[in-house]
């Protein structure tokens, strides 16, 4: 739904952040909104969904050292998270 987040965040806190910043200006805004919800068709969202969730790593591959390290915390979260078998 990248038209809601972008009219969201247009009248909602990018309003707001220009009021509050008067070096940004709303084509500012409005550049930074599109290339993050309308231009990039590959955009994710990451969120807490709990006190003890897993946290996202990124950027995880550069520098190359830590894409071993973002593997590794993908497999061990998957094992702990398997769905259980079905009798």
């Known amino acids: 739904m990248p038209d809601l987040f972008y009219q969201n965040n247009i009248k909602g806190r990018g309003a707001m952040l220009c009021e509050r910043r008067p070096e940004i200006s709303m084509a500012m805004v409005d550049a930074f909104l599109n290339k993050m ?4 068709a590959d955009f994710v969202f ?9 946290v996202s790593l990124y950027p995880w591959k550069e520098p190359k050292e830590l894409a071993p390290l973002a ?11 398997r769905p259980v078998a079905q009798s």
């Open 37 to 40: 919800y309308r231009a990039r």
């Open 46 to 54: 990451t969120t807490r969904l709990a006190t003890e969730s897993q």
């Open 71 to 81: 593997v590794r915390h993908v497999r061990t979260f998957l094992r702990a998270h």
